[in-house]
């Protein structure tokens, strides 16, 4: 079985910045892509950033400038550092993973429980 667990939410007053991490750990052969999504109440889940093994990296247009995505892919560990955060940068943030748990398998998409991201003004 493989578990995302991820750390770093909070209250944040506007202007703020927080760190969120996220590491993989169980029966894993590789991890390709690794990213935080957000849920907003009333929302869907949204991509916010995501980051490929080779370093490659994508945000949505809401937080470019703002966040950035990081991995040590040693540690199997995603990282989210926001900056300036907004009222609207508030939901819960889940990790994702995608990866394969043997050379030969298909890829599998893992989710952290979320984290709780609160930004007041």
């Known amino acids: 079985q493989v578990q995302l667990v991820e750390s770093g939410g909070g209250l944040v007053q506007a202007g703020g910045s927080l760190r969120l991490s996220c590491a993989a750990s169980?029966?894993?052969?590789?991890?390709?892509?690794m990213g935080w999504y957000r849920q907003a109440p009333g929302k869907q889940r949204e991509l916010v950033a995501a980051?490929?093994?080779?370093?490659?990296?994508n945000y949505a247009n809401s937080v470019k400038g703002r966040f950035t995505i990081s991995r040590d892919n040693a540690k199997n560990t995603v990282y989210l550092h926001m900056n300036s955060l907004k009222p609207e940068d508030t939901a819960v943030y889940y990790c994702?993973?995608?990866?394969?748990?043997?050379?030969?398998?298909?890829?599998?998409?893992?989710w952290g429980q979320g984290t709780q991201v609160t930004v007041s003004e």
């Open positions: 980051i490929t093994s080779g370093g490659s990296t």
């Open positions: 169980g029966s894993i052969f590789s991890i390709n892509v």
């Open positions: 994702n993973a995608e990866g394969k748990r043997t050379p030969w398998g298909g890829t599998l998409h893992y």
